[in-house]
Structure formats: structure tokens, C-alpha cells
């Protein structure tokens, strides 16, 4: 009866470790799939997305509907350290880099995405709400523009080409380059999974029950001492840096970017995700990662593309009129009942009537007294 | 009008003289009272006087048109709500207390958020688990002062009314105040659980917490009360002990308007036993106020 109150809705541990499993013994059967494996490799790469972008719109209840912003500057700052650059900043001021391993790109991107996530939320987070959502777009089309404008450094619409491939090294066992599809699928979903574990491990902490307060109800947050600004900045820059994480992994495996990965309907496509998957929970993103992101996979041999993007919409209004809260929690409410059906009678239901009962009744003890101070007529009555 | 007690030198709360004005609107004309430590003192009035509004003000969720709150010696203007919780001054909620989406034992760890000083680099790599430990510990010893246990894994929202009040109070001595703001904490309580709760008032003061409270609860507010301020139209028109202010007439005509048949009703019966030297019948017409 406790867990089925649980608040999270998080699914036992068992789900995520057989879904693990199974995708880590996914590649044995796909090997000669080379379309598939990509498929399943830039949806990895979006699911992390979508799992950053469900810290802030999920835990903290905060929307970034320019979360591509951060994927796409951890693209090209990673693509720019490890390709290097010349250009000059003005005042005949040159500043020329010369290429460094594709690991640290990778590290620069995440530090760069998550240092752009903190000034985003220091802008934004005193307001919050609307204004965030405001500030997020826009954030997203300025950097957008210099992406496709700043021709000398990102080479605009002519793409960076021949990004290097990401290589792993170990000190003393000397190391690899990752230039394979099963190499890539792996590393993201090692990636993945660190991610997981991160916001698994901070959703369940004091910074997360801070940010769960901030969501369920900010001012007794702040009247127990929660720094609302701190706490979501915190958030900001956590979520910005595991995108650009994404988004370094996204560059180092096509090889090429061009400013298209600034494109809002990635973002969307996140927020799909995360929504259809189930906002909130940890589960919910990664479920709806991989459904949204392989259901184009599965209609391509049925039908048109146009046709496809259709099936796409029906899908999420589907999942979303039967199971409004997302897939994640909608398939957990149905499994649950069930399980406790073979149970022994649980007072559970019993108590819920009795709350509601008592809850109406309070409420409707409550108002005559309210208001019969500002009515002393009545007294006479 | 009666003077107020005397003074030791040096209150845990002052409001001085505080204003607060929305465009033309007066919520709070001029506001001037002092809290001494280990004292529990009721802010009553009518609906619309300005005791929430004062409470916004004194937690830093409203900032003062004029005057200054001070709280042990610190003016709190400009200071924002988490702050001043930090400074020992809490306060609960008149309408939500909880955070309806957690079970009671995660309401009180939530609120025992200042409790550690856990940083961000421990909890990614897992060196937080024995403040884990210890705060659930103390979040079930806070359930147990409010008499929470049998509730610690419900969801919070699922609560009935009264209960909700007592997790706001947990939560409230979550942050180990030095004073407790309590917002009509009795609204939605039957008699039986009004009586526990003021129960729990005393105990709360026996540990030194000073308390300020505003309630409708007449019967309840004159028998935990040492003293008694009353607002009206955003104005102190009257404050001491309970005794004085049964009988003030500035607090009869306040609450129950001058000419008013149930004040002439309240006199007559007044004069009709003039032996009693209770002044019975305006506590009665107080307490009809507001049933």
C-alpha cells in the first residue's frame, strides 16, 4: 500500500536493468543492420536529450523549448576543439586553435552547454514560467543565427566536415578510436545510462526533493528554506550539460554538422518524448525515446514519409487520450491494480473514500466559519 | 483601549509601524507591535483586517509600503522568504500546507532541506547516505510530535483537511525555528483535534519557540493565548491578555458593527447580570462571529 503511493510512480528497479540487458544484446542480432543500428544510434543520442530535458520539465516543472540550444552547442564547440579553428574576433585580434583529441571536444561541449544552461537560468529564473519558456527560444534562434552567420568559425551552411570520431583511452592500455556503428551504439549507451544514474541519483536526493517542493508548491518551498534560483539554476546547468553531452556525441558520429541542429522541431521532438513518455518519472524519456524515435523506423517500409509524420501525431494523441500522464506511468497504473487485485482486501481504496469524504467535509465546515466574520448580519438570523 | 503589557527590553519580533498599500488599496494602515521571546501571541480580526497580510510581509513574500519588521535585532526588508527561514523565523500556510504530491515522511524531508549541509558533489557520488539516514530519522521523530506516524507513507494531498495543517506544522519545525508563524491552523479541525493541537502549541512553547498565531477559533485563541493584538481595517485597534480583550468595546464594535442588533443583544445581556464578572456574553458574541 506504501509503494503504491509512492510518489515518483518509479518503476522497480528490475525494468530498467532487463531494458539495459536487452539493448546491450541488441547489436548481436543487428550487426549486419547497419540502418537499424543507426536508427537505434540517434535515438540513443535524442533519448538523452529528452532524459535532460525531463530534469527541468518534469522535476522542477520548468519548460526549455530551446533544450536544443545546449545539444547544439555541445555539437559545435566539441566539433570546433577537436577540428581547431582560425578566425579573427576584430580588432585584427586572431584566435587560432589547433586540433585537439575529440575526447576533450567532448568534455568542452558538456562544460560550454552547461556554463550557457547557468546564464540561461540566471537570466530567466526570477520569473520563471512563461518567461523561461520565452527566454529558451530565443536563446535557441540567436545561437542558431551565429551558427549559420559566423561563416569563418562554423562554416555556415557549408557544414564542419570530417569531424574526427571520438577515441577512448586508457593510460598504460593504449587506445581506440571509435569508427564503427557498434562502437558508437555502445558508447551512447553507456552514456546513456551514466545519465540515467545521475539524475536517478539526484531526483532521489535532497536537491531533488528541493526541486520537487519548488514544483508542487514554491512559496511553502521557499518558506522552508529553498533557494528557488539556486535550486533551478542548479537544474539548468545540470540539464544544459548532459544535452550538450548528447549533442558532442551527435557531431562525433555523423562526422558532419550543419546549423540544422539547432532546428526547433528536434526540440519538439524532445518534448514529445518526454510527454508521451511520461514527464517525471525516470523511465518516462527513455520509454518515449525509444517509441517516438523508432516508430519512423517501423512505418518507412509501410508507407510515405508524409503519411508517416501523420501516423506520428495520431500515435501521441492516442497515447496521450488514453494514458494523459505519459506511457511510463499509464502502464504502471494498469499493471499495479492488477497485482494488488490477488492480494488480500488492502483498506487503501477505504481510505481514499474516507479522505475524500472527510477532505469535502472540512472544506465545506471550513467556509460558513470563514465567512461568517465578514457577515455579523447573520448572527441576528 | 488597553496599554500593553510591560516590555523587557529587547522583543524577538518588532513590527514597526508598517504600511502596506496595493495601488489605492490599504491592507495594512500602520502596523506597531512587539512578540517578546517564549510568548504566544494571537493576531485576530475580522476577515479583510490584514492578519495574512501581515504574515506575508513578516516572511518576506510582501514587501512593507512603510516600516520595517525586525527579527531578533535584523531588519528583514529586502530579504527574500528562504532567507529569513534561515534566521529562525517560519511560518505555515493558510490554505496549502503541503506539497500534495509526496507521502507525509518526503513533506518532512523536504522541509528538513537546511538541515544538512549535503553538497551536490556527495549525492552524485553516493557520500550522502548517512544524512540520508539521520534526516529520515528525524523527519519520523518530527511526525511523532505531531502525532503523523500512522500517516508517514500516505500521499500528503490525500490527507484530510486538519491533518494537513499538523504536516505544515512538522514542516514548520523542520527548520528548527526560533519562532513559528502559524496561519489558521486549526481551520478544518473538530473540536476534539483543535483540543490536541493546542496540546501541541504548548508543547512546541515548552521548547522555547515563540509563536504568533491568526485563527478564527475564538474558544481556541483565548485559551492558548498569553496575549491578544486585534486588526482591524488594516489598523491594531486593540491588544492583551485575553481577559481584557473579551471585554474591550473597541473589539465588540469591530467585530460586530455598532448598532448592531447581536451587540445590543450582547449589552442587554450584559446588563441583565451585571454580578457575572466574566464578561461572558462578548466572548459568546465573538465566538458566534465567527461559528
Redesign the interface.
Known sequence: ??RL???ALLPPALLPLALLAGLALLPLGLAANPYLLNALITTGILTIGAMSLNLLLGFTGQLSLGHIAFFGIGAYVSALTSLGFDVEIGFGVRVVHEPWPAAFGFLLGVAAAGLCGWLIGRLSFRVRGAYFVIVTISFAEVVRLVALNWVELTQGPLALTGIPALGLGLPGLGSWTLRTKVQNYYLVLAVGTLCYL?IA??VG???G??M??LK??E??????????TRTLT?AAVISAAMAGAAGSLYAHYLRIIDPDVFLFATTVTMVIMVVGGGKGTLMGPVVGGLVFGLLPVALRPVMAPEAQWIVYGLVLIAILFVMPRGLVPGLAGLIRPRRAAGAPPRPAGD??GA?AG??AG??A??HP??????R??E??S | MISSMDSPPSPILSVEHVGVRFGGLVAIADLHFDVQPGEIVSLIG???AGKTTAFNVM?G?LRPSQGVVRFRGTALAGL???EI??LGL??T?QR????????VL?NV???L??R?P?R?LD??L?R?RAS?RR?RAEARDLLDRVGLTARA???AG?????EQRLV?VA??L??EPAMLLLDEPV??MNASETRVFVGLIRAIRERGVTILLVE??MPMVMAVSDRIAVLNYGRLIAQGPPEAIRSDPAVIEA???QG???REAAMRAAQASPAQTSPAPVSA?LE????
Open positions: 500500500m506504501t503511493l509512492s510518489p545521475l541519483r539526484l536526493s535532497r536537491f526533493r528541493a520537487r517542493g508542487e508548491n512559496s511553502l518551498a521557499l518558506s522552508v528554506g529553498i533557494n528557488a542548479v481510505h481514499a479522505h472527510a477532505h472540512a472544506h465546515g471550513a466559519g470563514a465567512h461568517a466574520g465578514a455579523p448580519v448572527v441576528r | 475580522p476577515n479583510g516572511t513574500f527574500q522568504p528562504h527561514v534561515r517560519s511560518r500556510f496549502t500546507s503541503v506539497f500534495p504530491d509526496d507521502s518526503d524531508l523536504i522541509g532541506h537546511r544538512t549535503a551536490l549525492t552524485l553516493g550522502d540520508e534526516l507513507d500516505e500521499k490525500a490527507l484530510a483537511y486538519g505544515g514542516l514548520a523542520a527548520t481551520s478544518g478564527h477559533d467585530y460586530l458593527g448592531s442588533a447581536a458574541a458566534a462571529s465567527h461559528a
